[in-house]
Each structure stands twice: as structure tokens, then as C-alpha cells.
């Protein structure tokens, strides 16, 4: 699985993301999974053709001291699709901004 990871946070700074995480993510059924949507203007072309598999997002995972953000974006409604894919350029660039906004707004030292 391609990846951005974070690692060697400190447990208070881990308790900050996973706040922040439930503030401006979907909490998934799995612990410590939150979901992150991509916004519309920024889906692939088949993504955006597809409007039965929205809200299309990337998954960020914790552990006891990292923060895994995947690069690969699927459907949160259905698993069965051809839309899911590994993140296009201005979705991982996305993605990355979104992990250096919330190290920057949180103020983590990494």
C-alpha cells in the first residue's frame, strides 16, 4: 500500500490528531481508522462520474506513535467498483497538505 507516514509522535501529540480526527474526519468502525473525503473538484474523472460511490476518501490510521494517511482513494458506499484507485497527483498532493496542515495547526513536533 503506497503511504505517507509519520512517525515518533509523542502520546500527547497523539491524543491532539486523534481529537482533531474526530472533529474533521468520519470515524470508521474500526478503531483508530478515520476517513478523510476528497473534495468533488478534485476526483478523477470516473471518481466524479460516479456519483452512487461518493463521498470517495482516504483512510488515516493510527498507532501508538504514527499516523499513516493512504494514498490509495476509494468509495465509501461501495466496494465493488472500478472507481477506487490509487490517488492522482492533485489527490496526493491533497492528502500530503492535509497531514502538514493538521502538524502545523496542532503545533506537533515530528
Same mark, same amino acid.
Given at each position: ?17 486523534? /481529537?482533531?480526527?474526530?472533529?474533521? /474526519? @468520519?470515524?470508521?468502525?474500526?478503531? $483508530? +481508522? ?12 470516473? $471518481?466524479? *462520474?460516479? +456519483?452512487?460511490?461518493?463521498?470517495? /476518501? ?17 468509495? +465509501? ?12 497527483? *492533485? *489527490? $496526493?498532493?491533497?492528502? @500530503? ?5 493538521? @502538524?502545523? *495547526?496542532?503545533? @506537533?513536533?515530528?
Amino acid at each position: 500500500m503506497r503511504s505517507y507516514l509519520i512517525d515518533e509522535v509523542s502520546s500527547s501529540d497523539m491524543e491532539k490528531v486523534s /481529537a482533531f480526527l474526530s472533529e474533521n /474526519a @468520519i470515524k470508521s468502525n474500526l478503531n $483508530q +481508522l478515520y476517513w478523510v473525503k476528497i473534495p468533488d473538484d478534485l476526483l478523477s474523472e470516473k $471518481q466524479y *462520474q460516479h +456519483l452512487d460511490c461518493r463521498p470517495h /476518501a482516504f483512510a488515516v490510521e493510527l498507532g501508538s506513535d504514527w499516523i499513516k494517511l493512504e494514498f490509495l482513494v476509494r468509495s +465509501l458506499k461501495h466496494m465493488r467498483c472500478d472507481c477506487p484507485g490509487y490517488s492522482t497527483k *492533485q *489527490q $496526493q498532493d491533497f492528502i @500530503i497538505n492535509f497531514a502538514r496542515n493538521m @502538524i502545523e *495547526q496542532l503545533n @506537533i513536533k515530528t
